[in-house]
């Protein structure tokens, strides 16, 4: 390939500023997602073409209104802007609302202030007319000495000259503007100034003031830190002050260049806040649109899912008779293929999931349910920002529990993060659309709800129940000291982006098919050769079947030696172990063995089980739910799966902690093993009992 | 003469925002526009009194009762 120059570009701006829309729109789909290093915030990273000669690596940093932090995410942006590392970008692009200028400035006045190459760029220009908008773009560039673009991501315009104005980052004028340091203190400001010549002055001022968010500062660096600190009470002072100048300098050049017709602007939104927010509508629409999004991920998924099931039941057996018999083709045709099989048959649940939170974000209706939800969740130990992960905990505990770090009080985010994974995640799912359509019939109430899909809300319930009973009492006993403050912008409503949306809901799709799957694929392997071998009884199985049995056809005699082979090989031994344990709540070994792999990860439950059968029946071309259909109590010759047991398994699934991965992420955003611990013996001891008691009830 | 705060206003109503007690309220709320001097207006009371929602300055804010029960306002 040929040497191209790259520039770095970082993306900052308020949330609700379109910047995911300029990013995408700068992009395209040269973008990755990955973490940060040490820390599980993901960061969003792409590549755009500049010219022939010149590409543009673009960091797409997370939403903030300040400079300063009030959140982790928030963090991020202070950090990539005080650390001169590899990453350190060569221009900065502020992105901008027209419509929320002044607020917008805020944060580009600080970063200007660190003397880096800073383009402003004014997004949503083409609604500038309907919203009674005017700039004086010419003036407002003089004014703030800098490059100001008016541009429309989603309409796409001006964005070719925002690529000619990252090409010539080199000439962006990088004088402060503010002036906020000698009307803030002058002479603190003086010594400041005199003692870090190494770095802008504005940038020794957020070394001083933030320190706190960087534990790992160099050491040397700190001490002539904490020459500057002082009382906090006085730096907060100093920082109240900054912001007040900061906003009568913005005032005044909004002044000469800016108007706004706010009433023309604001008509169509407040009528839609008093529906959205009232007091009664408020919540029925809310409960609308939660019975919409269940309904819908049950019932449109229902014919992708059986596609895929039937397809990889399809494969598996293409495979066995195609490929030479032997050890390589069992590993394809029982372990890889069905292993595959368990991992695509949630694309459909996800992919819908995310669609239809992404576009409850994008349009702004997340932050009015949030306002509506507040002081309720306060109850529950939570913030009305604790809806959001609980929301999206329905498709994924780990991303719900990193969205957890918006929320600013320790206490609300503690509470939140522990209680998260009672929320029906996609991967109980599968687990409950099996169950469920092996043991609930499929029958109408009132001739319009499936009972099937009824049966599914009612889990869904459980699990929000279980989350805010548990928030409760975790509200009463957990003694945590911080303070928390509720600060939210309610952004005005938009339409939501199509490529957005699309865009996310492949991103985050994407990254839970490679992400879950990788570990969904790897139990299946490890399942299918420990139930493949086993000691010295499982390699005499058929001797042993022969000698017991004389008078057996061929297929007969295969049959039995293959669920001998399975009760004798490692995994039945496994199971067979715990099954005294189980048995109470009316599960057999073999459901056992799947109850041992889920709590690697919950999904694989029904791999497993498709593992497990597929190994004990030759016959390939049934899918996973006739398998389970026709498998027979042996104790009892009524069908394995009857009422009891199916009611006991949803309850057990619906509470335990049966997720690893969680596990770990609970402990990095907590650091400490003591809440993961938590969850694991609490939420698991309750699921014990609670199935216990169900399967005592039923049977 | 009782202090008027913004928590007094009704639905509606706006007010100038007199004083802030800078120490006990957090720099984002400062940050998000919320200054003295600034004309501030009741947009909406969430269902259970709280939290409000308010326009500041230009931008639109939802605050809790006890926040807003700190900042003083002269109603106008």
């Known amino acids: 390939m040929r040497e191209t120059e790259v520039i770095k570009v970082a993306l900052v701006g308020n949330p609700n500023t379109g910047k995911s829309s300029l990013f995408n729109q700068l992009t395209g789909l040269n973008q990755k997602v990955s973490n940060y290093p040490g820390i599980t915030v993901e960061r969003k990273s792409g590549t755009a073409k500049i010219n022939d000669k010149v590409t543009a690596s673009i960091i797409d940093l997370p939403g903030t209104y300040s400079i300063n932090p009030t959140s982790l995410d928030e963090n991020i942006v202070l950090e990539a802007f005080l650390n001169e590392s590899n990453d350190y970008p060569d221009v900065v692009v502020v992105v901008a609302d027209v419509e929320n200028l002044k607020r917008n400035l805020f944060l580009f006045s600080q970063i200007k202030d660190l003397e880096i190459p800073a383009i402003l760029v004014v997004n949503m220009v083409d609604q500038m007319k309907r919203k009674g908008i005017s700039l004086d773009i010419a003036k407002l560039k003089h004014e703030l000495k800098s490059e100001v673009l008016l541009i429309s991501a989603r309409k796409n315009l001006g964005i070719a000259e925002l690529r000619t104005a990252i090409l010539n980052y080199k000439k962006v004028n990088t004088t402060t503007i503010a002036n906020i340091a000698n009307r803030v203190d002058a002479e603190f400001f003086k010594k400041v100034k005199s003692s870090f010549k190494e770095m802008s002055l504005y940038k020794a001022w957020l070394l001083i003031t933030q320190q706190h968010n960087f534990p790992n500062i160099d050491p040397v660096l700190k001490e002539r830190i904490d020459k500057f600190r002082g009382e906090p009470d006085k730096l907060k002072k100093m920082q109240n002050k900054e912001t007040i100048l900061r906003y009568q300098y913005i005032n005044n050049i909004l002044k000469k260049t800016y108007s706004f017709d706010s009433e023309n602007a604001t008509g169509l939104r407040s009528k839609l806040d008093k529906i959205l927010t009232h007091k009664f509508f408020g919540y029925i629409i809310f409960a609308t649109i939660l019975l919409l999004i269940f309904q819908s991920i049950f019932d449109w998924t229902r014919v992708p899912m059986d596609l895929i099931d039937s397809a990889f039941a399809q494969l598996s057996a293409f495979a066995k008779n195609k490929l030479p018999s032997g050890v390589f083709t069992n590993l394809v045709a029982e372990g890889i293929i069905p292993g595959i099989g368990g991992i695509a048959i949630f694309i459909p649940q996800i992919a819908i999931l995310f669609l239809l939170i992404s576009i409850l974000e994008e349009t702004g209706y997340m932050s009015r349910v949030v306002f509506l939800m507040d002081k309720i969740m306060r109850r529950f130990g939570m913030s009305g920002k604790s809806v959001i992960p609980l929301i999206s905990g329905t498709a994924c505990a780990i991303p719900a529990i990193m969205a957890a770090r918006n929320i600013s009080g320790w206490k609300e985010r503690l509470v939140t993060i522990l209680v998260t994974p009672f929320t029906t995640c996609s991967a109980r799912l599968p687990v409950y659309a099996i169950i469920i359509a092996l043991v609930i019939p499929n029958d109408r109430i009132l001739g319009i709800f499936s009972l099937q899909g009824f049966t599914l809300m009612a889990l869904y319930l459980l699990g929000f129940g279980a989350a805010m009973a548990s928030g409760f009492l975790l509200n009463k006993t957990l003694k945590v000291r911080g303070k928390s403050f509720f600060v939210i912008e309610m952004p005005n409503y938009k339409l939501p982006s199509i490529k957005n949306v699309v865009y996310t809901v492949l991103e985050k799709t994407k990254s839970f098919v490679f992400g879950a799957g990788k570990i969904i694929l790897a139990i299946s392997i490890v399942l299918w050769m420990l139930a493949s071998n086993g000691p010295e009884s499982f390699k005499m199985a058929t001797e042993t079947i022969q000698k017991e049995n004389v008078d057996l056809t061929e297929k007969q005699l295969n049959q039995k030696v293959a669920s001998y082979k399975l009760e004798h090989s490692y995994i039945g031994i496994a199971g067979k172990a715990i099954e005294p344990a189980i048995k109470p709540l009316g599960y057999d070994w073999k459901i056992g063995i799947a109850l041992i792999s889920s709590f690697a990860a919950r999904e694989v439950f029904v791999s497993t089980l498709a593992t497990i059968y597929s190994v004990e029946d030759d016959s390939n071309t049934t899918t996973i739910k006739q398998r389970m259909a026709a498998e027979i109590n042996q104790d009892t010759g009524e069908k394995r799966f009857n009422f009891p047991v199916g009611m006991s398994l949803l309850i057990f699934y619906a509470f335990a902690m049966q997720c690893m991965s969680t596990l770990a992420i609970v402990k990095r955003e907590t650091n400490s093993w003591k809440w993961p611990i938590l969850q694991l013996f609490g939420m698991t001891a309750l699921a014990y009992l609670a199935s216990l008691i169900t399967f005592t009830l039923l049977n | ?76």
Do not use: W
């Open chain 2, 1 to 76: 003469m009782n202090i008027i705060t913004l928590a007094n206003l009704s639905v509606g109503e706006k007010g100038i925002i007199k004083d802030i007690p800078f120490d006990s309220v957090p720099l984002k709320l400062l940050e998000m526009g919320c200054l003295p001097g600034k004309e501030v207006e009741l947009l909406q009371v969430a269902p259970l009194r709280d939290p409000l929602y308010i326009r500041v300055n230009g931008s639109h804010l939802a605050i809790r009762r006890d926040m807003a029960e700190l900042i003083e306002i002269t109603k106008s």
